[in-house]
């Protein structure tokens, strides 16, 4: 991809004049990032990328503090994906899949038939949000739908808000991308806005995944709507965030008590412990386990960061 297509960005865009409104997000070093400790099967690495962009749609829709949480559990090749944004569009995301299953599956597009074989039958796609400001928690779950992650997304904006709208997602070993478009409810007010709506349908299946990942936004909306006034606003940064952190690691290890530490260093002649979501490992050696028990040393403890 071309350096100038405005990489780890969020943007938001208008129709003048018109009910209509959407989202537009890339990533590329945050989500090589978000990968650098684990190396995922090609169509699964795609299915994962596709979420975390769709996180950052999602949250770019809502106004609120915390953090946003995709998930898709199922029957298939992947058993569970979860994908976060925050509200400052900090990203990460993890999935656990069976090695055998997804080995079956070629490719690295996430639509029809591999769709299916990765989130399998009877899969759920949640989404859960919770706001920091008087710890408010609202989660909506839908069936996962279609033959795609886009028209699961689709099918829960139907189902949770009643507002229509179109997505597109794709993904790569160097980005992921997404384009989500919305008819808002005053579209009744506004004559044209069917005729309206119908251009983007027709705009959104002319939209292939090389094109999502290749071109550039304002490329994207001009293929979209090329007969309408588009307002393309200033894009928000989007980053890697995982909330691991060494302070993390240390308060569980003191947790777990200096017998069961000091155990598993006999027997490993290390402690190492991996964050769940990037898969960092924090390793600590018979001098930094010592340090976490004792009072001089507790405030100096410096694992290794591989």
Not at 30 to 38: D, F, P
Not at 176 to 195: F, N, R, S, T, Y
Request: include cysteine; proline fraction near 4%.
């Amino acid at each position: 991809m071309d350096a100038d297509l405005g990489h780890d960005t969020v943007r938001r865009f208008l129709v003048d004049g018109q009910p209509v409104r959407g989202h537009w997000v890339r990533l590329g070093g945050a989500w090589r990032e978000l990968r650098a400790n684990v190396e995922y099967p090609p169509p699964v690495r795609a299915l994962l990328g596709e979420a975390v962009a769709a996180s950052v749609l999602l949250a770019a829709t809502l106004k609120f503090r915390g953090r946003l949480t995709l998930q898709i559990q199922g029957s298939g090749a992947v058993k569970l994906l979860v994908a976060q944004c925050t509200h400052e569009f900090g990203v990460r995301a993890v999935a656990h899949y069976d090695e055998s299953l997804t080995a079956a599956i070629g490719g690295e597009v996430c639509v029809g038939e591999a769709f299916r074989a990765l989130a399998g039958e009877g899969g759920r796609f949640t989404v859960t949000i919770e706001a920091d400001e008087r710890n408010l928690r609202y989660q909506g779950i839908v069936p996962v739908a279609g033959h795609s992650l886009a028209q699961s997304l689709e099918e829960y904006f139907n189902a949770s808000e009643q507002l229509p709208t179109r997505v597109q997602l794709a993904a790569d070993a160097e980005g992921c991308v997404g384009l989500l478009v919305q008819k808002l409810p005053q579209a009744a007010e506004h004559a044209g806005a069917d005729a309206l709506w119908r251009s983007v349908e027709v705009g959104m299946s002319r939209l292939s995944p090389q094109a999502l990942l290749r071109e550039s936004v304002e490329s994207q909306v001009g293929t979209l709507l090329p007969e309408y006034d588009v307002r393309l606003f200033r894009g928000a940064p989007v980053s890697f965030e995982c909330r691991c952190g060494e302070g993390r690691v240390t308060s569980l290890l003191r947790a777990l008590g200096a017998d069961e530490v000091r155990e598993i260093l006999a027997e490993e002649g290390a402690v190492t412990v991996t964050c769940e979501f990037c898969r960092r490992p924090y390793r600590f050696d018979a001098e930094a386990v010592e340090a976490l028990f004792t009072d001089s040393g507790a405030s100096d403890v410096s694992p290794l960061i591989h």
